[in-house]
């Protein structure tokens, strides 16, 4: 059983600390309740995306990972279905440095044209060379849509096709972001050798002020009930036969 604290500021950000005197190390977590289920079917891979403008700079930090680096501070990105979560992990006595980083992120994005270029290209690689150009890769742009038919578990996280990133415009970008980058959508979790009224004082002087925003509709279809098996045969030149 893990023992934590439990609190939620007037802007709706909900903040768990956990204390662990084990290590010297104190890590550092702030999810996002969106993944790729809240996306427009039109518009798809935007959080996944997202995770990439994340590091591109924010309004008052042009480079993310340098402050953090000279801290002795490590972090990186995930993003699923349902979620984006960002990490750091950062000696305690430095963890005002990753408040700093995530209350800036949090507050806007450094939105520019040259910024969102940059990100297409390197998601639209990464479509590339995991889904497209290697055996096996593209059995979840066909394995999903035959499991879901309306459900938007329907396309993978990475989108369901490169066009959609590629037509993504910094309009789309900066709505994407205010609909659901905000206070009253995320859990700060922060763990380690951390006294809990410390980080909440701590919570309240880097996100407090952030003002809680609208949020885009979370309404998700409803799957109907399925009646009878579906299959669907690919045809590639792979290395050896596959089953799913």
Request: aromatic share 14%; net charge negative; glycine share 4%.
């Amino acid at each position: 059983m893990i023992d934590f604290v439990k609190y939620k500021l007037d802007n709706g950000l909900v903040l768990i600390v956990h204390t662990d005197y084990s290590t010297p190390i104190a890590a550092f977590n702030l999810l996002y309740s969106v993944g790729s289920k809240n996306e427009d079917p039109e518009r798809t891979g935007f959080a996944h995306l997202f995770e990439h403008l994340m590091f591109g700079g924010s309004a008052n930090i042009p480079v993310f990972d340098e402050p953090l680096e000279r801290v002795g501070g490590e972090n990186n990105a995930f993003t699923s279905n349902d979620l984006t979560n960002y990490y750091i992990t950062v000696p305690t006595e430095n963890i005002e440095t990753a408040f700093w980083l995530e209350s800036d992120r949090m507050l806007s994005l450094a939105f520019s044209q040259k910024s969102l270029d940059i990100q297409k290209s390197v998601v639209l690689e990464e479509f590339n060379q995991r889904y497209l150009n290697q055996p096996y890769g593209d059995i979840w742009l066909y394995l999903r849509p035959l499991a879901y038919k309306v459900h938007p578990y329907r396309w993978p996280t990475i989108g369901q096709s490169p066009e959609h990133i590629s037509r993504a415009t910094l309009a789309d970008v900066k709505n994407f972001f205010f609909s659901h980058y905000a206070p009253n959508n995320a859990i700060l979790c922060v763990a380690g050798p951390v006294d809990p009224n410390e980080i909440l004082e701590l919570t309240h002087k880097w996100f407090g002020s952030i003002e809680p925003r609208k949020l885009a509709n979370k309404s998700i279809p409803r799957e109907p009930e399925q009646t009878e098996p579906r299959f669907l045969t690919l045809e590639r030149e792979v290395p050896f036969n596959a089953i799913y």
